[in-house]
């Protein structure tokens, strides 16, 4: 049976470094953030979530398109990290940080900004199709859902990011309106709803 992964994994993963995955440092994960910041098909959002944002480094980049963000994870070490760096950043006031994990209720209200980013693959099939049916619940009309993930296995994870992306493509209700792909990782890009492009956006198809 493939059972979900337990926070001591992620726990102990942060006990050994405060960046596990070299967030901070490394040219793969700001080529990767610029490649997902510059996919978003509007320049601003009123209210996006980021489940599973480890030390805020994606947060903070979200939330300077973004109204507000609301950013959660299991770990508090890494929440403790992400806190420091909105209060460094100037961010704050736009970012709210919790402790909570992808299985739990989501927070309520609706989004217009999804970003489910090298954390899907953590979970089983099942709840990986309890949590996609949620994000899409969640999800105002025309907001986009964006899906970034590692590809290459790891035996340590239920899924692969392969299998994760085949799951969210499955949905009913979204459209996907761009995808990035290399021999790493992928990101694709979905709107609720049909909407239009982002050149018809400002009149120019
Ligand atoms: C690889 S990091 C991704 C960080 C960020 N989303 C990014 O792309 O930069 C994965 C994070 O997901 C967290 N995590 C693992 N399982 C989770 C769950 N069930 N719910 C919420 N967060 C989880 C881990 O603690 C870790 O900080």
Not at 38 to 44: C, D, F
């Amino acid at each position: 049976m493939v059972s979900a992964m337990d926070p001591g994994y992620f726990e102990s993963m942060y006990a050994e470094s405060a960046d596990p995955w070299g967030f901070d440092d490394r040219w793969y994960e700001r080529r990767k953030y610029a490649l997902t910041l510059a996919a978003l098909p509007r320049p601003h959002y009123r209210r996006a979530f980021e489940p599973g944002c480890s030390i805020g480094v994606l947060t903070a980049q979200l939330a300077e398109r973004c109204d507000r963000v609301v950013a959660t994870d299991v770990v508090p070490r890494a929440l403790a990290s992400a806190r420091d760096r909105m209060q460094r950043e100037g961010l704050a006031d736009r970012v709210e940080l919790g402790r909570a994990s992808l299985l739990d209720p989501w927070p309520a209200g609706a989004f217009d900004l999804v970003v489910l980013s090298e954390v899907l693959y953590y979970l089983t099939p099942a709840d990986l199709g309890t949590v996609l049916a949620r994000a899409v619940d969640s999800l105002e009309e025309g907001g986009s859902l964006v899906a970034v993930h590692w590809q290459h296995p790891v035996p340590e994870y239920p899924q692969t990011g392969r299998a994760v992306h085949d799951s969210v493509a499955a949905l009913d209700g979204l459209q996907r309106v761009g995808s990035y792909r290399d021999a790493d990782f992928h990101l694709d890009v979905y709107t609720r709803g049909a909407t239009p492009s982002v050149a018809a956006a400002e009149g120019l198809s």
